[in-house]
């Protein structure tokens, strides 16, 4: 069964600073990419960050890119996301997941969705 818990959203301002975290079930995680997901009032859903098995391969979406960093510890079943510079654009609900690779990952097409953490940016 997947486990995800994302913690670590709440209210900054624009070009303030928050880190998130997920933590996924051993089983959930090992062997498999992690990444990070957003969704805005009214928008898609969307890929924004994801770190293969090993944590040497990475990928980000053009609008974070510089911005945000990806990281995992395997040993703690957690992936972190290290936002900077945000926006108010950056404002959603952000989600973890995981997947065989990051290709797939950041499809995005899992059946399963934890409850998210909400970032919101002012301006």
């Known amino acids: 069964q997947v486990q995800l818990v994302e913690s670590g959203g709440g209210l900054v301002q624009a070009g303030g600073s928050l880190r998130l975290s997920c933590a996924a079930s051993?089983?959930?995680?090992?062997?498999?990419?992690m990444g990070w997901f957003r969704q805005a009032p009214g928008k898609e859903r969307e890929f924004v960050a994801g770190?293969?098995?090993?944590?040497?391969?990475?990928t980000y979406a053009d609008s974070v890119k510089g911005r945000f960093t990806i990281s995992r510890h395997n040993a703690k079943n957690t992936v972190y996301l290290q936002m900077n510079s945000l926006k108010p654009e950056d404002t959603a609900v952000y989600f973890c997941?995981?997947?065989?690779?990051?290709?797939?990952?950041?499809?995005?097409?899992?059946?399963?969705w934890g409850k998210g953490t909400l970032v919101t940016v002012s301006s």
């Open positions: 770190v293969n098995w090993s944590g040497d391969s990475t």
């Open positions: 997941n995981v997947d065989l690779t990051l290709v797939r990952l950041s499809r995005g097409s899992m059946d399963y």
């Open positions: 051993r089983r959930t995680a090992s062997g498999y990419a």
